[in-house]
Nanobody, 126 residues
Framework: QVQLVESGGGLVQAGGSLRLSCAAS????????MGWFRQASGKEREFVAT????????YYERSVEGRFTISRDNAKTTVYLQMNSLKPEDTAVYYC???????????????????WGQGTQVTVSS
């Protein structure tokens, strides 16, 4: 089995920063690509960022490029999302996800992922 646990969400003012963490446990040898998705109230879950299992490639949704950074500590099986210059439109529940095989796609859909965390709320005030 695989378990993903997110942490680091909270309330921040516009222009502030926040770092999300996701720790994997269980059969971590079954984990390849990892990524972050978000879902705002009344909207569908959307792609935010992904890092391939090799750690050599990262890709971002256009609206967060230059502001968010995804990174991975393979030794600890942990993925991070550093969020800077936050905007009110970034407000959403953020989910960590992982695949059981190397998908290696630049803009994955939620259906491409096999394991999910419980989500953590990020709220950005104006």
């Amino acid at each position: 089995q695989v378990q993903l646990v997110e942490s680091g969400g909270g309330l921040v003012q516009a222009g502030g920063s926040l770092r999300l963490s996701c720790a994997a446990s269980g059969r971590t040898f079954d984990i390849y690509d990892m990524g972050w998705f978000r879902q705002a109230s009344g909207k569908e879950r959307e792609f935010v960022a992904t890092i391939w299992w090799t750690g050599l490639n990262t890709y971002y949704e256009r609206s967060v490029e230059g502001r968010f950074t995804i990174s991975r500590d393979n030794a600890k099986t942990t993925v991070y999302l550093q969020m800077n210059s936050l905007k009110p439109e970034d407000t959403a529940v953020y989910y960590c996800a992982a695949t059981r095989s190397p998908r290696t796609t630049s803009r994955p859909a939620p259906q491409d992922y096999d394991y999910w965390g419980q989500g953590t709320q990020v709220t950005v005030s104006s």
